[in-house]
């Protein structure tokens, strides 16, 4: 004869999911459906999931149910890129999606120039037994990760500037057509000679937005000369050399597109360094809209490029297919980035 387990024993025994299944008279597969916030539920079996939760202090045990799935609730970040704020950004979406579930977040920088960089992913997956990982440009564009992902069992959503996979496997935005946007905006002003701070080669939305920025002047008829042309590398320090190449020419841009907001930040430090007026002889357009083009002054005209709403989308497509079967969880795979119009874009006061 088994031995009743005293009052005050159950009392302080910890609660199981299949203790909340049972009180709230759903399936333990709904139970984790709650905790994961998947979108497949109708709201009254959430919230009377929800409130059970509450009421016995129940905690998900992740050790366990990582046992049973054969991987840690957790989500990897995989960047190679040099702009601190977007890699920031990015973490905040995600972080917003794992709010409240049991999952975590882990970072992986790599080196793209590295002949060891699939090693280095490969072994970062398996080490780490991630449920997920979310690829950054510019090696979201590298179609070598996602079969690596495929074969270690490894769900993965890539990023990027336009469409690189299926709707389950990526977050995109519109950067050409945004970027044709801003330079229309710069040739309604006015302004004929426009110069380009371009992103690194190698980057999908480097070439994105050049391409946007060149379709809008040929479709405006204006002609694009190469030496209005600088190359950046994302960072504010290749932003100054790109400027200064650019406002050595003779005679020099009335505005200039800045393929991210630290080098339009460089653009701005630049001219205001040679006593050159922003914006009455130099317009500037940055894209990202990062914290600091609302605090420099003037401040900047700029894309802004939603990469947190992006980041928590990627996370939310990873999470929401556990014991759901939806690839996409309901989630966007397409981000429309806008033109924020601000202090640094003006009419010229000459014309060439």
Not at 288 to 312: E, H, K, N, Q
Request: charged residues 25%; contains cysteine; neutral net charge.
């Amino acid at each position: 004869m088994s031995k009743a387990v005293p009052a005050e024993k159950r009392a302080s025994a910890k609660p199981t999911i299949n203790d909340i299944a049972r009180l709230a008279g759903v399936s333990k597969k709904t139970v984790s459906r709650v905790i994961n916030q998947s979108p497949l539920l109708n709201e009254d079996t959430r919230e009377k999931v929800k409130a059970v939760i509450r009421d016995t202090g129940y905690v998900p045990n992740p050790q366990a149910r990582a046992l049973a799935l054969g991987r840690n609730f957790l989500i990897g970040i995989i960047h190679d890129n040099p702009n601190a704020q977007m890699i920031l950004n990015m973490q905040q979406g995600i972080l917003e999606a794992l709010r409240d579930t049991e999952f975590e977040m882990v970072v992986r920088p790599v080196d793209r120039g590295s002949a060891t960089m699939m090693d280095d992913i490969r072994s970062f997956i398996m080490r780490q037994r991630l449920y997920g990982v979310v690829i950054m440009p510019p090696i979201s564009e590298n179609d070598e990760i996602a079969r690596l992902c495929r074969e270690l069992g490894c769900r993965y959503v890539r990023m990027g500037s336009a469409r690189l996979d299926d709707d389950a496997h990526m977050v995109a935005s519109n950067d050409r057509d945004v970027v044709a946007e801003a330079t229309r905006y710069l040739i309604a002003q006015g302004h004929r000679r426009i110069g380009l701070v371009a992103g690194p080669h190698g980057f999908r939305s480097a070439r994105e937005r050049r391409e946007g920025f060149e379709s809008a002047l040929a479709e405006a008829g204006i002609r694009l000369p190469r030496n209005l042309i600088a190359d950046g590398q994302y960072t504010f320090e290749s932003g100054i050399t790109a400027t200064e190449s650019l406002l050595d020419q003779s005679p020099p841009p009335t505005a200039i597109f800045a393929s991210n907001d630290e080098m339009a930040a460089a653009v701005l430090y630049t001219a205001r360094e040679r006593g050159i007026a922003v914006p009455e002889e130099l317009s500037i357009v940055g894209f990202d809209d990062t914290p600091i083009a609302s605090r420099v002054w003037p401040p900047l005209t700029t894309v802004r490029w939603p990469i947190v709403a992006m980041g928590r989308s990627a996370a939310l497509k990873l999470i929401r297919g556990l014991d759901s079967g939806d690839d996409e969880g309901g989630e966007p795979s397409t981000f429309l980035s806008t033109l924020v119009r601000r202090g640094s874009v003006a009419p010229p006061t000459r014309t060439d």
